[in-house]
């Protein structure tokens, strides 16, 4: 072999390795810009992922105190008790005795046609109504632009004025709502006009308006917002937004307040990363080994991300405790049978469960919990294919019933439900003897609203307890109550 080769073979042996070394660099270079770029696509996804989520959260919290107000303003009662003279004990016992209570809302004012404040409750005491200037002064567009919306969409009818549809249609709302800092504190406010659900017609002219608030500072993080791993939530200004923090605008568009929801920015991008980076150094040995490593690790890491994203979806409507449906997709549940037909009839059951106090007082609110969730499963599994069971807060829950609505039928998984729910329930530590009773109404027989049926069943269970507890009431008065087994133990004892 001549010199000239040898000397050749060496720079070609050197070559080599430099040209390897040179792919296999690029190899890893264009691996770890790859995962780069998908950290990138990963953390817009995550960030629109987080800003869908909360604009459901925000829109849900609107709707849910339009709703709840509308048990004031969507009211032939309250139609009467509010005009002129003004019925002072409709206002306690009505407003300030239900609203704070059941619902927390804050703040009420009733404004009269002409934008004067004519009845004021501040949680549940009743103050005069000149104090509610200051709300007036941070909601007067609202107000106006609810008796505009009542005005647009009135028509005449015997002699007077009614509002025709749903005005809780939230294709077209009669309400007006908004997140927007009022008397110094940012609040979800709503106005509506107060009008008829029934019989009473309004006369010409311009109708009151109930206005109420709900300060974001009554509210925990977990109840403001779905996702568990958000972090630094709050509502800021425009020009008040932290550094590091993503936002979305809330409220009416164009408001002059200019609210934000406001959190810190998640990176997704940095857990693929980590979890990518001994992958990447493996591709410098083996490279081909390594590109599978890294997709799969990608991979994994992407379906985390998916994961946590269901996670938040599934949260949105259910309860975390008990992971039922919550009264979100009750309501809408509820709304697809009313007010879009998708069956001619329903029951609504309203259960309470009796003695439950005894067992937080007894054994601490760890064991309440868990026997909350015993007992939800055995409403759930009692009801079946038959209907949906929700938890609404605290010991209450509530069942739309789909089928087998006649009333052996009801009556017989009343008792079912009653039954099951009776039986002891064991935990660490002791041992919980609780009861239920039970409220049915049945729409469209008892009530044409969904409002108004929840109304008629919660009744039906209010007569329930007052009867003894343990037992099933029927909105109806011609329809008999049942007793059951757990009711008569407690009559034997």
């Known amino acids: 072999m001549s010199?000239?080769?040898?000397?050749?073979?060496?720079?070609?042996?050197?070559?080599?390795?430099?040209?390897?070394?040179?792919?296999?660099?690029?190899?890893?270079?264009?691996?770890?810009?790859?995962?780069?770029?998908a950290g990138v696509i990963a953390d817009e996804a995550h960030l629109e992922g987080e800003k869908a989520v909360l604009r459901r959260d925000v829109e849900s919290h609107l709707t849910l105190l339009a709703r709840d107000q509308a048990q004031i303003s969507y009211w032939d009662t309250a139609v009467r008790a509010l005009s002129e003279p003004v019925d002072e004990r409709?206002?306690?016992?009505?407003?300030?005795?239900?609203?704070?209570?059941?619902?927390?809302?804050?703040?009420?004012?009733?404004?009269?046609?002409?934008?004067?404040p004519v009845a004021l409750v501040h949680r549940d005491e009743v103050l005069e109504p000149s104090a509610g200037d200051t709300v007036l002064a941070g909601t007067a567009d609202l107000v106006a632009k609810a008796q505009q919306n009542y005005m647009e969409r009135r028509r005449a009818k015997n002699g007077g004025y009614v509002i025709p549809g749903n005005p809780l249609d939230e294709s077209n709302p009669l309400y007006v709502a908004d997140i927007r800092p009022v008397e110094g504190r940012i609040s979800f406010v709503v106005a509506q006009a107060i009008i008829p659900d029934r019989d009473v017609v309004l006369p010409d002219g311009a109708p009151l308006v109930l206005v109420t608030l709900k300060p974001v500072t009554l509210l925990?993080?977990?109840s403001l917002h779905s996702s568990p791993d958000l972090e630094g939530f709050g509502f800021a200004?425009?020009?008040?937004?932290?550094?590091?923090?993503?936002?979305?605008?809330?409220?009416?568009?164009?408001?002059?307040h200019d609210i934000h929801a406001v959190w810190k920015i998640d990176h997704p991008s940095a857990v693929i990363l980590n979890r990518a980076i001994a992958p990447l150094l493996g591709l410098l040995v083996v490279a081909s080994a390594a590109v599978l490593l890294v997709a799969r690790r990608s991979s994994a890491a992407l379906s985390a991300l998916q994961e946590s994203e269901a996670k938040n979806r599934f949260l949105a409507q259910h309860d975390p405790l008990t992971e039922l449906p919550n009264r979100v997709q009750f309501d809408l549940a509820l709304e697809a049978i009313i007010e879009k037909g998708q069956q001619d009839r329903c029951a609504i059951l309203c259960v309470?469960?009796?003695?439950?106090?005894?067992?937080?007082?007894?054994?601490?609110?760890?064991?309440?919990?868990?026997?909350?969730?015993?007992?939800?499963?055995?409403?759930?599994?009692?009801?079946?294919?038959?209907?949906?069971?929700a938890r609404i807060g605290g010991d209450e829950f509530i069942v739309l019933l789909y089928h087998e609505l006649d009333r052996e039928h009801v009556l017989r998984r009343c008792e079912q439900l009653i039954e099951s729910v009776s039986l002891p329930v064991l935990f660490e530590g002791g041992m919980a003897d609780v009861g239920a009773s039970v409220g049915v109404a049945w729409w469209p027989d008892d009530a044409l609203t969904a409002k108004s049926v929840i109304k008629c069943a919660d009744g039906a269970l209010y007569r329930a307890k007052e009867m003894g507890r343990g037992q099933t009431c029927f909105a109806r008065p011609d329809l008999a109550n049942t007793k059951t087994p757990d009711t008569l133990r407690g009559e034997a004892a």
């Not at 073979?9 to 770029?37: D, N, R």
């Not at 200004?237 to 002059?256: K, L, M, R, Y």
Request: aromatic share 8%; proline share 3%; hydrophobic share 45%.
């Open 237 to 256: 200004t425009g020009d008040a937004i932290p550094h590091g923090h993503a936002s979305i605008p809330v409220g009416i568009e164009g408001d002059q």
């Open 90 to 116: 409709f206002i306690e016992e009505e407003i300030a005795g239900w609203l704070w209570d059941d619902f927390k809302i804050n703040t009420t004012v009733v404004v009269s046609p002409d934008g004067a």
């Open 220 to 222: 925990s993080d977990s």
């Open 352 to 389: 309470d469960l009796d003695r439950f106090k005894v067992v937080n007082d007894t054994y601490g609110h760890h064991a309440g919990d868990t026997v909350l969730k015993i007992i939800g499963s055995r409403i759930s599994r009692t009801i079946g294919d038959a209907g949906m069971t």
């Open 3 to 37: 010199n000239a080769v040898l000397r050749f073979m060496p720079s070609l042996s050197h070559a080599v390795y430099l040209w390897c070394g040179v792919v296999i660099i690029a190899f890893a270079l264009s691996s770890f810009l790859i995962l780069t770029m």
